[in-house]
């Protein structure tokens, strides 16, 4: 069974940082890319981050560019997202996901396996 686990979520002040885990289990992990995304209230669930299986490409929507910074070992079964300069709207659910192949895709679909999310808000 696929099994992804988040952490690392919680209240941050504007400008301030957050570190998110990602652990899985239940699959060959080095041999999927993997994911990030984000739901606010009231919005769709949207791409944040991606890289390749060995981690060599990362991708990133544009709102998070320079900010967020994606990883992932593949010795220990985890994946991060290290967010900087967190904003207000950066306040969301975020997911970990597994996809369908070996690189990083940009939409949800290609995604079949989900964590259960970790809370993020960021307010003064």
């Known amino acids: 069974e696929v099994r992804l686990v988040e952490s690392g979520g919680g209240m941050v002040q504007p400008g301030g940082s957050l570190r998110l885990s990602c652990a899985a289990s239940?699959?060959?992990?080095?041999?999927?890319?993997l994911g990030w995304f984000r739901q606010a209230p009231g919005k769709e669930r949207e791409f944040v981050a991606g890289l390749s299986r060995s981690g060599a490409v990362t991708t990133y929507e544009t709102a998070v560019k320079g900010r967020f910074t994606i990883s992932r070992d593949n010795a220990k079964n985890t994946m991060s997202l290290q967010m900087n300069s967190l904003k207000p709207e950066d306040t969301a659910i975020y997911y970990c996901a597994r996809a369908r192949g070996s690189e990083p895709y940009d939409a949800a679909p290609q995604y079949p396996d989900w964590g259960q999310g970790t809370q993020v808000t960021v307010s003064s």
């Open positions: 239940g699959f060959s992990f080095s041999m999927y890319a």
